[in-house]
T-cell receptor
Framework: GNSVTQMEGPVTLSEEAFLTINCTYT??????LFWYVQYPGEGLQLLLK?????DKGSNKGFEATYRKETTSFHLEKGSVQVSDSAVYFC???????????FGKGTKLTVNP | KAGVTQTPRYLIKTRGQQVTLSCSPI?????VSWYQQTPGQGLQFLFE???????NKGNFPGRFSGRQFSNSRSEMNVSTLELGDSALYLC????????????FGPGTRLTVL
């Protein structure tokens, strides 16, 4: 079946450091790929998405590129802020289904 | 435009009881999905409703059920609660198709004692 694997962390960075959170997927065909973020005590917020190969999703300084050849959708940000501290989830949907399949999540802590 | 709302936000129940959680989707959204989030299992899909019909179901026992009303509001019910049902239950709504973005509510935190 479909699955998502992401680095589990936790990840601790200093402010203004470069961030990469790796995400790879297993799916047949062409899934849509997402990054969601969850701040403490809150639900999930969509951070960015890509629906076809080579698409780049971007939002709030975060970027991720849909790489079909490596089945990856790594999240990057050039300079993180303390306010970026949260849990980040990589996810996919496929095959006409609304069902989101999530990775385990990566907790990011950014220190001043 | 108002976001997805879920009520109640927090709930404490005892084993064997039943519980009903409510979700109001974003205005105009016709699809509602439910997810369970636990530290051990992460985020798992429960079910999805569209136009009052269950369109997709995850791998959960029959104690977990749901429904959707004509105004797209949805409820999920858990009967005969077990300790392991303690979780954050998240509802998400979207316009229609599988490629539409799902927008999540803040969740209902259920604690089973």
């Amino acid at each position: 079946g479909n699955s998502v694997t992401q680095m589990e962390g936790p990840v601790t960075l200093s402010e203004e450091a470069f961030l990469t959170i790796n995400c790879t997927y297993t799916a047949t065909g062409y899934p849509s790929l997402f990054w969601y973020v969850q701040y403490p005590g809150e639900g999930l917020q969509l951070l960015l998405k890509a629906t076809k190969a080579d698409d780049k999703g971007s939002n709030k300084g975060f970027e991720a590129t849909y790489r079909k050849e490596t089945t990856s959708f790594h999240l990057e940000k050039g300079s993180v802020q303390v306010s970026d501290s949260a849990v980040y989830f990589c996810a996919l949907t496929q095959g006409g289904s609304e069902k989101l399949v999530f990775g385990k999540g990566t907790k990011l802590t950014v220190n001043p | 435009k108002a976001g997805v709302t879920q009520t109640p936000r927090y709930l404490i129940k005892t084993r064997g009881q039943q519980v009903t959680l409510s979700c109001s989707p974003i205005s105009g959204h016709r699809s509602v999905s439910w997810y369970q989030q636990t530290p051990g299992q992460g985020l798992q899909f429960l079910f999805e409703y569209f136009s009052e019909t269950q369109r997709n179901k995850g791998n959960f026992p029959g104690r977990f059920s749901g429904r959707q009303f004509s105004n797209s509001r949805s409820e999920m019910n858990v009967s005969t609660l077990e300790l392991g049902d303690s979780a954050l239950y998240l509802c998400a709504s979207s316009l229609d198709t599988a490629t539409d973005t799902q927008y999540f509510g803040p969740g209902t935190r259920l604690t089973v004692l």
